[in-house]
């Protein structure tokens, strides 16, 4: 069983900055891809940015300029820097995980979510 776990979440004003982590642990044989998606009560859980092993990353283009996905693949860890916060991204952002417990034997985790509230 892999474990998920965000933190980092708050409030902030618009224009202001967050950094968000999530650790993964448990039975782990590797991990290929580490990301963020959010959601609100008016809209779907959305990609955020997401990031593999590798170091590939891509983002949601409402989010580009703006944040930065980063990646401890020793540490099981994923960091989302979040500049320049607008009302808009206020939403409850969830770490999702990707990758085997074993050979041949995949998994996929979430976290419980954390909340981002940009508001002046």
């Known amino acids: 069983q892999v474990q998920v776990v965000e933190s980092g979440g708050g409030l902030v004003q618009p224009g202001g900055s967050l950094r968000l982590s999530c650790a993964a642990s448990g039975s782990i044989f590797s991990i290929n891809t580490m990301g963020w998606y959010r959601q609100t009560p008016e809209r779907q859980r959305e990609l955020v940015a997401r990031?593999?092993?590798?170091?590939?990353?891509n983002y949601a283009d409402s989010v580009k300029g703006r944040f930065t996905i980063s990646r401890d693949n020793a540490k099981n860890t994923v960091y989302l820097q979040m500049n320049s916060l607008k009302p808009e991204d206020t939403a409850v952002y969830y770490c999702?995980?990707?990758?085997?417990?074993?050979?041949?034997?995949?998994?996929?985790?979430w976290g419980q979510g954390t909340q981002v509230t940009v508001s002046s």
């Open positions: 990031i593999t092993s590798g170091g590939s990353t």
């Open positions: 999702n995980a990707d990758g085997e417990v074993a050979a041949y034997r995949p998994f996929i985790s």
